[in-house]
């Protein structure tokens, strides 16, 4: 299966607002809510943001949200940050009952 | 606090097989469910498999199926990651990962990983 389908770049300046999109299949995104969100700053450990397509763990901030439409995840940052500048990976549960990462994005905090 | 740290990371010729290790410490083992998941040099994160609290359920990534085997050994909080049939393509940062309590779908906490690279 192949991975879900992520920009490889977004960018932003600080205060701003962007979004980063994660497109799968009825199989997976389509067929299921389980899907969460990765913040990765290399050679720190993936921090998980976003689960259940829209709800936040503990601790992370309201200015990160999710969204679902169809086939396709959105995660977005509102009020950009310098530390927000980081990969970001979505992932679902499938119906083989297997996860699947997105190819990742770099967000860069211009 | 939470602790994982792998190891039996190395370098190994394709077709032979390799045992990583993840001892578990800071948390009940036995009442979570575990993974693991990898990202190949520069590329992204990987799923890999996935094992039930009790070891009863396990599930595999299509690219592992039937090469690899995920098992726990909840006396010794310690989990497990068979690879046999080991190709180039497997060659990676492998990372053992607790899942998160809100779902076995997602994940909290991870190891710093043991590096695998499969070459001639």
């Known amino acids: 299966q192949s991975a879900l389908t992520q920009p490889a770049s977004v960018s932003g300046s600080p205060g701003q607002s962007i979004t980063i999109s994660c497109t799968g299949t009825s199989s997976d995104i389509g067929g299921y809510n389980y899907v969460s969100w990765y913040q990765h700053h290399p050679g720190k450990a993936p921090k998980l943001m976003i689960y259940?397509?829209?709800n936040r763990p503990s601790g992370v901030p309201d200015r990160f949200s999710g969204s679902k439409s169809g086939n396709t995840a959105s995660l977005t940052i509102s009020g950009l940050q310098a530390e927000d500048e980081a990969d970001y990976y979505c992932n679902s549960y499938t119906s083989s009952t297997t996860l699947i990462f997105g190819g990742g994005t770099k967000l860069t905090v211009l | 606090q939470v602790q994982l740290v792998e190891s039996g990371g190395g370098v190994v010729q394709p077709g032979r097989s390799l045992r990583l290790s993840c001892a578990a410490s800071g948390f009940t083992f036995s009442s979570f469910g575990m993974h693991w998941v990898r990202q190949a040099p520069g590329k992204g994160l990987e799923w890999v498999a996935v094992i039930s609290f009790d070891g009863g359920t396990k599930n595999y990534a299509d690219s592992v199926k039937d090469r690899f085997t995920i098992s726990r050994d909840n006396a010794k909080n310690t989990l497990y990651l068979q690879m046999d049939s080991l190709r180039p393509e497997d060659t990676a940062a492998y990372y053992c990962?607790?899942?998160?309590?809100?779902?076995?779908?997602?994940?909290?906490?991870w190891g710093q990983g043991t590096l695998v690279t499969v070459s001639s």
């Open positions: 259940e397509v829209n």
């Open positions: 990962v607790k899942r998160y309590s809100g779902g076995w779908y997602y994940f909290d906490y």
